[in-house]
């Protein structure tokens, strides 16, 4: 059985950066075909995906986030990790991490999701 677990903090300040990370069990982050995501649901908004890790390691971020985040692995550990820099109180949001990706549109495993607060 695959599971994602995210951990980060919950509040973070304006302007900072926000750091989460995805421990991955029951699977390899490295294992063929499989892209690993970040997806963020802010309060009363739909799911938004944020970007992904390929299986070779090559982040694809979100078109509209590019800028402003770096999505990385650390392979010893089995996790992938999130940073959004320069945030702002609309980055206010529910952050889950998953294994699949828009071009496959099949996301088939899920966090649990991890609440995020950009406040000061």
């Known amino acids: 059985q695959v599971q994602l677990q995210e951990s980060g903090p919950g509040l973070v300040k304006p302007s900072q950066t926000l750091s989460l990370a995805c421990n991955v069990s029951?699977?390899?982050?490295?294992?063929?075909?499989?892209?690993w995501s970040w997806i963020r649901q802010p309060p009363g908004k739909g799911l938004e995906w944020m970007g992904a890790?390929?299986?070779?390691?090559?982040?694809f971020p979100s078109p509209s986030l590019k800028s402003r985040t770096s999505i990385s692995w650390d392979t010893a550990k089995n996790q992938f990790a999130l940073q959004l820099f320069s945030v702002t109180p609309e980055d206010t949001a529910t952050y889950y991490c998953?294994?699949?990706?828009?071009?496959?549109?099949?996301?088939?495993?899920w966090g649990q999701g991890t609440q995020v607060t950009v406040s000061s």
């Open positions: 890790i390929g299986y070779s390691g090559t982040p």
């Open positions: 998953a294994r699949g990706s828009p071009n496959t549109g099949n996301f088939d495993y």
């Open positions: 029951g699977a390899f982050i490295t294992s063929s075909y499989y892209f």
